[in-house]
């Protein structure tokens, strides 16, 4: 149980984050793109996982933000193609090509599996059920700002070559994969929302 545990890098978090606001509706304004710059922002959206946080890294196994609770955490990004994973009971690799002015969205979530949770992700891609469906992952969210994680910016709480083994098991399942599969964990520059379509969140 315990190995399970740590290979799921989701521990109970209690979270007091000062200055956290509303998401949807209520202040759409924090998810606008910068003109020289684009957003993504980490959704972590299901009731079941209000205990559980998930850990987004980069291939220089550094964190990128630890999710936790009900959070859609704002990462301001450089244009361009990055590569990022997400610590899981099965790692995943995420793809993005980002282009400036835009926001992408990213849904952090856990399934049942064998009597246990584990985590999975839903990029959201334009043209698709997941692209529908922002509004609504966004309802009821706290909106944090990356700047603010105390993970950002550190190595992983773990030891460097576990995190080696996730990204190397990650990658393997993206050259494995079909193209179906490595379609399903990329973000190419059109699936970024504008910010008039900010607007209509």
Known sequence: MKTTHQVLLISVVLVALAGARPAAAYDKSA???????????????????????????????????????????????????????????????????LAAGRTYFIRLFSTEK??????????VQRGTVSYKLVRNWLEGARVVHASEDP?????????????????????????????????????????GLTAQEVGWL
């Open 114 to 123: 064998f009597a246990t949770r584990v985590s999975d992700v839903t990029l």
């Open 151 to 191: 993970c950002r910016g550190k190595p992983l709480k773990e030891r460097t070559n576990r995190t080696q083994r996730r990204i190397n098991e990650a990658n393997a399942d993206w050259k494995n994969g079909d193209e179906l599969y490595r379609f399903k964990y990329k973000l190419l520059k059109e699936d």
């Open 31 to 97: 998810f606008v793109a910068p003109e020289d710059g684009a957003l993504v922002v980490l959704i972590q959206n299901l009731h079941e996982d209000r205990a559980m946080s998930f850990v987004v890294f980069d291939a220089d196994k550094t964190c990128v933000a630890e999710v936790g609770g009900r959070e859609a955490e704002i990462i301001r990004m450089k244009p361009g193609k990055h590569t990022l994973y997400v610590a899981a009971y099965s790692n995943h690799r995420i793809d993005l090509d």
